[in-house]
């Protein structure tokens, strides 16, 4: 009983608490756990960026089982972060994403193998074991492959796919000959487990050509018919920028915001500061405005599947320079 | 639009009254058609629902667009079916079942044995399976292996439980009748306790078939090869592509009930002895 | 008292194969690590140690099961690796005054524990008002009981994600998404409990209560619900475990606000096992700690309703 109560009581005081409130309420969607990946927005609720332009930021971590899209769609979010791949599919199956904002210029994704399993070069994938995790992040690998022209069923003419769980495991003790990995997180965690990077081989997908866009800002298209929201969006986009970029200049500080907010307790300051450094390489070189000539060369990398393409036809409308315009000028 | 719902509705209200009035009746065929025509009833409405409200289908498809892909992708969902069910939970199981009886046999001759490793058999069945399974699979790989080995898990105290409680439920005049035949102990095991046990053995059997397939999906999100009915439901949840959960779904619930009725008929043929086998 | 020796010997029993099974699971690491500082290891090759089984690497290594036990990311902890992490993080939380904190795993199994209580109470509800629909009504009986069988054949870890955002789409709080999920796995085990419970009065006493006149609702409350308490509590005790597994459940879907799921997916996540373990530990001692409330409730309850136990 006393559960119950405590839970109406929790439930009146937030409904007061909202009330109270005379700034704009925003809840933003993340795409993983609470970690430096998302460092500019928690930087950016601690700095008080988004209080100064009268915004209440709720932020939601996601996590292994919860797909931003869904979250968008059922209406538990204003604004959530999506990789452009997923987004772009989900635009296919008909849910109106529309990209607002771009923070992270390059993309981190690599693909990590052990050198004792002999290969070198992406001609030796052939009959091996690959690891990529899905729910959205395997898109850019599957177009890799299919650009490769190795088929994922397996065989020696083709690449066997594992789905990797949650850690880097699979390389670890063998299961895999190789595994998708983040610049600023699994690489890290392998190199924790005591590989070291001479025994190691990467193949980043930028230096691949492969290269899709990632983290980005997206919203409900539908929505941004509505002036206020419009008005909100660029308010919340500029600050979440001014956040991106003192987590450029400052990589420990906002690894130590992001630490603060990490209601599991389970990070580590030595991994999200190594994270946020590296995160900074990535967003550095945007300043939030998608630039179009990445996202043609994500939407061709994405088209040319071969039998199995992400997508199959040119989206329209899936993106928005009108709230970067207004909000970084 | 809100034809749909209104239609979905009267179609309830008929279907329960119709129920209301078959229910009366004892006819073998009754008992069948009740339960269907409710379950028809329910999806009746969930289509209503889903169309008269507009609702989204990455977040709630409708039925007939369930049934749709469920025709479309029969390949694709055998295959999962063979992976998850055929190799790993029916192994898991069957290596779990067996393990659960004959460490039950084994007990069997010390009380004292008994007494302890109950107690801590429930200990160690409260430990969360969800928990178990990404150990799981980092010990045995991401094949077949770490799943079956999942479900081992998770029936083995099930049925040691299970066969325990059935092995002393012979009679003591049943088991004085043995010993004045002159029987071993390995004659009145064979001839007396073990088909004394089998209602309380088949018990647990039926319990665990339900448990060997939802091991089994649990166990590939933590890791498996891009095939398997876990594999399939997690990554179509973030592809959005929910007709294909929900088919995949469909799937676990119609071959869980197969299962079961399979394990159920089985028992009826072994103890068609017992009171509860007599209607 | 008579079953404590019996215990302790099955424990000592399992500690000792657990040890004893720390050395051929964690070698591989151990060799990673020993010939890196320098020592000797057969086979010296790793692609070639990777080949070879755990049992035989232990069986050419034995200079090093000494340092299985004390490795920071073992594939098996040894048994005080795991006492020594949830001490740190229970008592040795408290002791720092830091007993909410979120490294904390009391703050965390409180959350867990508040989801539970949510879901058992939902689904207990729910459990009984169903069995008491499905004995007084022939329709319900024949048309739903089938479907209530079949409901715990679906996977409720596939569903538990869309009930989260179907719930989130309208508003409700996040504590209880968690507790339907956990009432979708409670209430299953009190329907058939007091279903059978319900029917338990045998039919001397039904026969009595019909010469006394009494309506249906009377039955009820006067005769089947008092004789069904024995099968309702054997219910609760197997509904309350899996209430707790239900917000286990649910936390993996719903990692953001803490909980013993959320950690376990934490140290998943990281690699470090002896979290995982730790935290498993502490689902299992909850659920022990529940079941055993409802033990000593069940006792007190029967006795005083006169309850030959």
Not at chain 1, 100 to 106: M, T
Not at chain 2, 40 to 67: D, H, K, Q, Y
Not at chain 2, 188 to 208: D, S, T, Y
Not at chain 3, 164 to 171: D, E, I, K, R, T
Request: with cysteine; proline share 4%; charged share 15%.
């Amino acid at each position: 009983m006393k559960t119950i109560y405590g839970a109406v009581l929790a439930g009146a005081m937030a409904m007061g608490a909202s009330v109270a409130q005379a700034a704009d309420d925003v809840t933003l969607q993340l795409k993983w756990v609470t970690q430096a990946q998302f460092g500019g927005y928690y930087v950016a609720l601690d700095k008080g960026f988004y209080e100064e332009e009268g915004l209440n930021v709720t932020i939601k971590p996601g996590g292994p089982d919860v797909a931003p899209a869904q979250v968008i769609a059922g209406g538990g979010a204003d604004v959530v972060l999506d990789w452009m791949p997923s987004a772009l599919a989900s635009r296919e199956k008909g849910l109106d994403l529309v990209n607002i904002a771009q923070p992270f210029k390059s993309s981190g994704m690599m693909l990590t193998c052990r050198k004792d399993s002999g290969i070198a070069t992406p001609a030796d994938f052939k009959g091996k074991t690959l690891g990529v995790w899905f729910g959205g992040n395997e898109y850019p690998f599957l177009s890799w492959m299919n650009k490769l022209g190795y088929s994922t069923d397996g065989g020696e003419d083709g690449v066997t796919v594992l789905k990797q769980g949650f850690n880097v495991d699979p390389i670890l003790n063998g299961q895999a000959d190789c595994v998708s990995t983040m610049t600023y997180n699994e690489y890290w965690q392998i190199i924790d487990a005591g590989l070291t990077p001479e025994e190691l081989v990467v193949f980043k997908y930028e230096d691949q050509g492969v290269a899709t866009l990632e983290d980005g800002i997206y919203v409900i298209g539908s929505n941004l018919e509505d002036p206020a929201f419009v008005d909100k969006m660029e308010r919340f986009v500029r600050a979440s920028m001014k956040g991106w970029k003192w987590a450029e200049e400052n990589p420990d500080d906002a690894a130590m915001i992001v630490l603060d907010n990490d209601a599991t307790g389970a990070q580590t300051e030595k991994h999200q500061t190594r994270m946020m450094r590296e995160i900074a390489k990535l967003t550095a070189g945007s300043n939030g405005a998608l630039d179009v000539a990445d996202y043609e060369r994500t939407v061709q990398s994405l088209l040319s599947g071969g039998s199995d393409p992400v997508i199959t036809k040119a989206p329209e409308g899936a993106y928005t320079l009108a709230i970067t315009d207004k909000a970084l000028n | 639009m809100m034809a749909w719902v209104f239609g979905s509705l009267v179609f309830w209200l008929a279907a329960w009254a119709l129920n209301a009035r078959l229910s009366r009746l004892s006819a073998t065929w009754v008992r069948f058609f009740v339960p269907t025509l409710f379950g028809v009833t329910v999806i009746v409405v969930w289509e209503g629902m889903v169309r008269g409200f507009g609702v989204n289908p990455v977040l709630l498809p409708a039925p007939s667009a369930i049934a749709a892909t469920f025709v479309g992708e029969i390949p694709t969902l055998w295959g999962d079916l063979v992976q998850t069910f055929f190799k790993g939970a029916l192994s898991g199981y069957v290596i779990g079942c067996t393990a659960g009886v004959l460490t039950a046999i084994a007990v069997d001759r010390s009380p004292f044995l008994q007494r302890g490793l109950l107690p801590v058999g429930n200990f160690v069945a409260a430990l969360p399976i969800v928990g178990m399974a990404p150990i799981l699979v980092m010990w045995f790989g991401f094949g077949w292996q770490s799943k079956a080995a999942v479900v081992v898990v998770m029936v083995f105290f099930p049925m040691l439980v299970n066969a325990v409680e059935g092995l002393q439920a012979s009679e003591s005049m049943q088991r004085d009748l043995m010993r004045t035949y002159a029987a071993t102990p390995g004659q009145g095991l064979r001839k007396l306790r073990l088909p004394a046990a089998m209602p309380f053995i088949f018990n647990g059997l039926k319990i665990c078939t339900t448990l060997a397939l939802i091991g089994a999906i649990v166990a590939e999100f933590f890791g498996s090869p891009i095939k398997g009915m876990g594999f399939r439901i997690s990554t179509e949840v973030g592809r959005l592509a929910l007709d294909m959960v929900w088919a995949e779904i469909v799937v676990a619930a119609i071959v869980g009930s197969a299962f079961y009725g399979a394990v159920a008929l089985a028992e009826r043929v072994v103890t068609f002895w017992h009171p509860s086998q007599r209607g | 008292m008579k079953s404590f020796l019996s215990i302790l010997t099955v424990v000592a029993a399992l500690i000792a194969f657990w040890y004893a099974a720390c050395v051929p699971m964690n070698i591989h690491e151990a060799a990673i690590q020993a010939q890196r500082a320098g020592v000797d290891v057969t086979p010296a090759e790793a692609p070639e140690r990777r080949k070879t089984g755990r049992i035989s690497l232990a069986l050419q290594n034995t200079g090093l099961w000494s340092t299985v036990f004390t490795q920071e990311r073992p594939q098996l902890p040894a048994p005080h690796q795991v006492a020594q992490e949830f001490w740190k993080t229970t008592w040795g939380m408290i002791e720092r005054g830091r007993a909410f904190s979120k490294r904390s795993l009391i703050l965390h199994g409180w959350i867990t524990l508040s989801a539970t209580l949510l879901g058992f109470a939902f689904g207990t509800a729910l459990g009984i008002v169903l069995a008491v629909s499905i004995v007084h009504s022939r329709a319900m009986d024949m048309s739903v009981m089938p479907w209530i069988i079949a409901s715990q054949t679906v996977p409720i870890l596939a569903i538990a994600p869309m009930i989260v955002v179907v719930l989130a789409a309208l508003s409700v709080d996040d504590i209880v998404a968690k507790g339907v999920i956990s009432m979708y796995l409670s209430f299953f085990p009190v329907v058939v409990g007091m279903v059978k419970g319900l029917r338990s009065p045998d039919a001397m006493q039904m026969d009595q209560m019909k010469t006394w006149n009494a309506t249906r609702t009377e039955t009820l409350w006067k005769l089947r619900l008092p004789s069904s308490a024995p099968y309702l509590f054997a219910s609760l005790k197997v509904g309350v475990a899996a209430s707790l597994i239900g917000a286990v459940v649910a936390e993996l879907s719903l990692s953001s606000n803490g909980g013993l799921g959320a950690r376990l997916l934490a140290g998943s996540y990281y690699g470090q096992t002896v979290q995982i373990w730790s935290a498993l530990f502490a689902a299992a001692a909850l659920a022990a700690v529940l079941v055993w409330a409802i033990g000593v409730a069940q006792k007190i309850t029967l006795k005083r309703m006169g309850f030959a136990q």
